[in-house]
């Protein structure tokens, strides 16, 4: 296996997916979901031919796990726990770990570098690259590719593998390419996110200032 990039699969779980929790808070068509999850599926399958590691992120959001911020929001607004440790919703959705490939749970907390083991793994494994696809681009995703950036790593976001809960696809996407240089593609072209070293010149291409030019002349 490859070291360098690692393909971080967020939270693709069914209570973010499908059933009766994700139509009560989602509000945009079910079908980007099932899209976002088709996508990522294919792309962890991409990853497994090419090489390149796959790690499995999950969040729990059992109320003995939640800190008093945590439960004084969700009983503001009525919110019910989601992701119930050892229920259907905290199960994966059109993915499942292959054997060897690491899991890390989250407690009621959005970033992945706030569950264990996490960043101790990819120090390890000597990962400089974590390429995200998962739910949500604004929430999870976006949490954790900030971290990751502040640590030094280099971000890439699969477009089509993700999307966003309370902002606008293209405003999250926009947002990580300015403020942490992230780059985007999408699942469909590897070769422009599965090793890290042939990447240079699609990652230029996609520099901040090439991101501002274009949101301006759009």
Known sequence: ????????????????????????????????LR??????????????AHGTEVVFVRFLGDVEYQPPSWRRRDAARGKPPKCLEGTWGAEFH??????GEHVFTKKACLDAFLGAGFEQH?????????VFAGL????????????AFQKGYHIT??????????LRDEEILRFMRVLYGARTTTHDRPETWVRLGEMEETWSAQSPRTA??????A
């Open 1 to 32: 296996m490859r070291p360098g990039t690692v393909l971080v699969v967020v939270d693709l779980q069914n209570d973010f997916c499908a059933g009766q929790v994700v139509a009560g808070r989602y509000g945009g068509d079910l079908a980007t």
């Open 212 to 217: 501002v030019s274009t949101e301006a002349s």
């Open 157 to 166: 976001v699969l477009a089509d593998c993700t999307t966003g809960l309370h």
């Open 122 to 130: 990819l120090a390890r494994r000597g990962a400089e690259h974590l």
């Open 94 to 99: 059109a993915v499942s770990p292959a054997p």
């Open 136 to 147: 949500y681009a604004d929430v999870c995703v976006d949490s954790t590719a900030r971290t």
């Open 35 to 48: 899209t976002v999850a088709a996508n990522a599926a294919r792309a962890v399958d991409t990853a497994r």
